[in-house]
């Protein structure tokens, strides 16, 4: 989403239900919650009773309570959780997905930070990451959290339908670039190598 964006300013304009980014770019969005840096906890948007969020831009929030219940996910239905036991990058991945948003965005301020999902076709159509960025990234999520690797993997080349030859615990798949990229996991769905790279610091 950089490439869309750019540099640029943040707002959230409640009265529309869009966040601004500047030159005219905007996106429907929907508050999924905030993180607070004094008590270390995340906070659901539909358990917020101090911020002023129109019902119309927390329904994802009380979908993904509604689907926590369902799938006896604490996480989903408590209304805060300590950020060691889930934060808002976590959270919003799986809301991306659960959700079918187009991306989260992590408004940083003074105290703690909110998260939103944008939904757009123009997000959905930027590229897929080249090689050095796809493997920076992935690289860092996969060590920060406790994660199937491979099913990461799988599912961000399903969503960027990228071309992928699944070998059960290979996958090699061609980047939007050209470039081509092979990973390597064991029985367990972990990472072992990365472009024929091994993987020895991720657990």
Same mark, same amino acid.
């Given at each position: 989403?950089?490439?869309?964006?750019?540099?640029?300013?943040?707002?959230?304009?409640?009265?529309?239900?869009?966040?601004?980014?500047?030159?005219?770019?905007?996106?429907?969005?929907?508050?999924?919650?905030?993180? #607070?840096?004094?008590?270390?906890?995340?906070?659901?948007?539909? !358990?917020?009773?101090?911020?002023?969020?129109?019902?119309?831009?927390?329904?994802?929030?009380?979908?993904?309570?509604?689907? &926590?219940?369902?799938?006896?996910?604490?996480?989903?239905?408590?209304?805060?959780?300590?950020?060691?036991?889930?934060?808002?990058?976590?959270?919003?991945?799986?809301?991306?997905?659960?959700?079918?948003?187009?991306?989260?965005?992590?408004?940083?301020?003074?105290? &703690?930070?909110?998260?939103?999902?944008?939904?757009?076709?123009?997000?959905?159509?930027?590229? #897929?990451?080249?090689?050095?960025?796809?493997?920076?990234?992935?690289?860092?999520?996969?060590?920060?959290?406790?994660?199937?690797?491979?099913?990461?993997?799988?599912?961000?080349?399903?969503?960027?339908?990228?071309?992928?030859?699944?070998?059960?615990?290979?996958?090699?798949?061609?980047?939007?670039? &050209?470039?081509?990229?092979?990973?390597?996991?064991?029985? !367990?769905?972990?990472?072992?190598?990365?472009? &024929?790279?091994?993987?020895?610091?991720?657990?």
């Amino acid at each position: 989403m950089s490439l869309l964006v750019g540099e640029h300013t943040y707002e959230l304009d409640l009265e529309t239900g869009k966040a601004l980014f500047g030159e005219g770019i905007e996106f429907p969005c929907q508050v999924l919650g905030t993180e #607070s840096d004094n008590t270390l906890t995340w906070l659901w948007a539909w !358990a917020d009773e101090q911020t002023e969020v129109p019902d119309d831009l927390i329904k994802a929030s009380r979908e993904l309570r509604d689907w &926590g219940s369902k799938k006896e996910v604490q996480e989903f239905t408590l209304p805060a959780v300590d950020l060691d036991r889930a934060d808002g990058h976590a959270i919003a991945m799986i809301a991306v997905e659960l959700c079918r948003a187009s991306a989260y965005y992590h408004d940083v301020y003074e105290g &703690g930070a909110a998260f939103v999902l944008l939904f757009d076709k123009r997000i959905d159509a930027q590229p #897929s990451l080249d090689r050095a960025r796809l493997s920076r990234h992935f690289l860092d999520l996969i060590a920060r959290y406790d994660l199937d690797h491979r099913q990461v993997l799988r599912s961000y080349i399903a969503a960027k339908h990228l071309p992928c030859v699944d070998r059960g615990t290979v996958v090699s798949f061609e980047l939007g670039s &050209g470039e081509r990229m092979i990973a390597e996991f064991d029985d !367990a769905g972990k990472l072992v190598s990365l472009d &024929g790279e091994r993987i020895d610091t991720v657990q």
